[in-house]
């Protein structure tokens, strides 16, 4: 079976821009979670989604919204990019709400 | 408030030595999880190990084991013989139970470096 796959697994965008990473879950997963993970510390709670409806949302800017489709997959949309958001962004899913199994994660730069 | 401390920041163990990894974390729930996770220089975060509250029985599998104390909310991670695959950082992780969902408070990770 597939694991959790993030899409695109490297990115570089221009201090501004509009960024848009995806994840689909494990088949049958129904919750997916975003992280940040910023150079040299552990991940931060960004979004979680259970059955396309937001369950819990971190210590985020607005400049940080999410959501999830009919199909479990999800969108973590990141606006008006500033240099601190560059970071490994890691999408994690369940089949409840406990027991995540992340991605590989996308890593974002911003310069 | 930080909930999960990893005072180590940088381990290094000669190969076969034996390296703990230690956790500290801080909640006021009755009710949580405690995890360990590795992560490789590819980036992935792999599941080691999850513990609820209630389960404080130490745990061996292969050449890990942990050690979970409630009394000193400690969950140390302890790999045996290490090998020079065992390098990565390695995080703990606590998860609270709430209504709305439940998140992950990680630790800083310990980078773990096993030296031929």
């Known amino acids: 079976d597939a694991g959790v796959t993030q899409s695109p697994t490297h990115l570089i965008k221009t201090r501004g821009q509009q960024v848009t990473l995806r994840c689909s879950p494990i088949?049958?997963?129904?919750?997916v979670s975003w992280y940040q993970q910023v150079l040299g510390q552990g991940p931060q709670f960004i979004f979680q989604?259970?059955?396309?409806?937001?369950?819990g949302r971190g210590n985020f800017p607005d400049r940080f919204s999410a959501r999830q489709f009919p199909n479990y997959s999800s969108e973590l949309n990141v606006n008006a990019l500033l240099l601190g958001d560059s970071a490994l962004y890691l999408c994690?899913?369940?089949?409840?709400?406990?027991?995540?199994?992340f991605g590989s994660g996308t890593r974002l730069t911003v310069v | 408030a930080q909930k999960v401390t990893q005072a180590q920041t940088e381990i290094s163990v000669v190969e076969k030595e034996d390296v703990t990894l230690d956790c500290v974390y801080e909640t006021r729930d009755t009710t949580y999880y405690l995890f360990w996770y590795k992560q490789p220089p590819s980036g992935e975060l792999v599941f080691l190990i999850r513990?609820?509250?209630?389960?404080?029985q130490n745990e061996i599998s292969g050449r890990y084991s942990w050690n979970f104390q409630k009394s000193t909310s400690s969950f140390n991670f302890t790999i045996t013989a290490s090998q020079v695959v065992d390098s990565a950082v390695y995080f703990c992780?606590?998860?609270?139970?709430?209504?709305?969902?439940?998140?992950?408070?990680f630790g800083t990770g310990t980078s773990l470096t096993v030296i031929p």
């Open positions: 088949s049958g997963h129904k919750s």
């Open positions: 994690a899913s369940s089949f409840k709400l406990f027991g995540y199994t």
């Open positions: 992780a606590l998860s609270e139970e709430t209504n709305t969902g439940n998140q992950f408070y």
């Open positions: 989604y259970y059955e396309k409806e937001e369950r």
């Open positions: 513990r609820n509250s209630f389960d404080e």
